[in-house]
């Protein structure tokens, strides 16, 4: 069956340096794959967007790669800051007959200042 | 300011109770979803809606029902089918191109007296 894979750990770094986010999938064959971030008790917000034909994507002090050999996604946040802290999910259309997006648990990443 | 609106913020229901959960989006989108997440997981889609007057079932359906009236609204009702409906539940919308960005509402935080 389809499969999204985020780790399930939280992520500890320390302010300044960058931390990185894994994204595996399984079993398919996205034409996208999109970044959210969603803080406690809110609503998941869209942060990036890359398609199959672009290895890396950026926006200010993010990035994402994907690499459709491995099936597998890095999300970057560099200089990261403590208003970083927050659960960060990644998505794709795991189904194009539906055109609805299949979410990955995500990963919860704290910067320590 | 567009977005969406989800109301109430919390809820409570008794058992053997329906309730209705209010989604309203001003950003002329097409397409609305609506997900459920539990501490700890990723979103799953209950329901969709391409279009006005039409929508399908996402992965775990049963217990919920949906209606699509309104190009602005999509509003969930859990039913007593539901067993276990203690959850918080999230509306998205997006344009129905595929591989657009969803937007989300702040959620409703359903609890079973």
């Known amino acids: 069956s389809q499969k999204i894979e985020q780790n399930s750990e939280a992520l500890n770094i320390q302010e300044g340096k960058t931390a990185t986010l894994t994204c595996n999938y399984t079993?398919?064959?996205?034409?996208?794959l999109q970044w959210y971030r969603q803080d406690p008790g809110r609503g998941p917000v869209f942060l990036l967007l890359i398609r199959e034909n672009e290895k890396e994507k950026r926006k200010e002090r993010l990035k994402v790669t994907f690499d459709t050999t491995l099936k597998q996604s890095l999300f970057h946040i560099t200089a990261s800051q403590p208003a970083d802290s927050a659960t960060y999910l990644c998505?794709?259309?795991?189904?194009?007959?539906?055109?609805?997006?299949?979410f990955g648990s995500g990963t919860r990443l704290q910067v320590q200042p | 300011d567009g977005g969406i609106t989800q109301s109430p913020k919390y809820l409570f229901r008794k058992e053997g109770q329906n309730v209705t959960l209010s989604c309203e989006q001003n950003?002329?989108?097409?397409?609305m979803y609506w997900y459920r997440q539990d501490p700890g997981q990723g979103l799953r889609l209950i329901y969709y809606s391409q279009i006005v007057n039409d929508f399908q079932k996402g992965d775990i359906a049963e217990g919920y029902s949906v209606s699509r009236e309104k190009k602005e609204s999509f509003p969930l009702t859990v039913t007593s089918a539901q067993k276990n409906p203690t959850a918080f539940y999230l509306c998205?919308?997006?344009?129905?191109?595929?591989?657009?960005?969803?937007?989300f509402g702040d959620g409703t935080r359903l609890s079973i007296l």
């Open positions: 079993n398919y064959s996205p034409a996208y």
């Open positions: 998205a919308s997006s344009s129905a191109v595929s591989n657009q960005p969803q937007h």
């Open positions: 950003l002329n989108h097409d397409a």
């Open positions: 998505a794709l259309d795991m189904d194009m007959g539906r055109r609805a997006l299949t």
